[in-house]
């Protein structure tokens, strides 16, 4: 729960309040290409490999007749044994991203807006304050936000075909 500064100048100092603690609120989710559509799991501890197998769970019941094909980084709890049992027992294929590649991860876009959305500028006095506005702020990704982030999550990706490099 740390503060973000978006954007500052004052000719004046002005003080911000900051959280205090060291409490955690995990977002792991799973976002649609197409529809945008918001599939996550939350916890106050830390995500790991039996988090990412509730997410495939919670894909399976949800998507029962589609086949499921879910595109993630190199973390290493979603790389384990364990993870890749579970995609294979739910006939869930999975794709990894090459490394150091976030600009290709959709939903790394939806976590910078909602970061810019929720956290910058904001102080939440109490903990489930904080935590309510980050859910408030997916539970509206189809209705309030849904204009901003149809252009924001496009598939569309920066090209380096007619690139030319000057020594």
């Known amino acids: 729960?740390?503060?973000?500064?978006?954007?500052?100048?004052?000719?004046?100092?002005?003080?911000?309040?900051?959280?205090?603690?060291?409490?955690?609120?995990?977002?792991?989710?799973?976002?649609?290409?197409?529809?945008?559509?918001?599939?996550?799991?939350?916890?106050?501890?830390?995500?790991?490999?039996?988090?990412?197998?509730?997410?495939?769970?919670?894909?399976?019941?949800?998507f029962k007749e589609l086949p499921i094909v879910i595109v993630l980084d190199n973390a290493r709890y979603q790389k384990c044994q364990l993870v890749m049992e579970k995609a294979q027992t739910l006939n869930i294929q999975l794709v990894f991203l090459p490394p150091y590649s976030p600009h290709l991860n959709l939903i790394e876009r939806l976590w910078k807006f909602v970061k810019k959305q929720v956290l910058y500028n904001q102080h939440y006095p109490a903990y489930g304050q904080f935590c309510q506005a980050i859910l408030d702020c997916l539970a509206q990704t189809h209705t309030t936000h849904k204009a901003t982030l149809d252009t924001l999550l496009t598939p569309k990706f920066q090209s380096f075909a007619n690139v030319t490099f000057n020594p």
């Open 1 to 62: 729960m740390l503060p973000f500064l978006g954007y500052l100048y004052s000719l004046v100092v002005r003080y911000l309040k900051g959280a205090s603690g060291r409490k955690r609120f995990n977002v792991l989710g799973a976002l649609h290409a197409v529809s945008h559509e918001l599939v996550i799991v939350t916890n106050h501890t830390y995500i790991n490999a039996l988090s990412v197998c509730d997410l495939l769970d919670k894909l399976h019941q949800q």
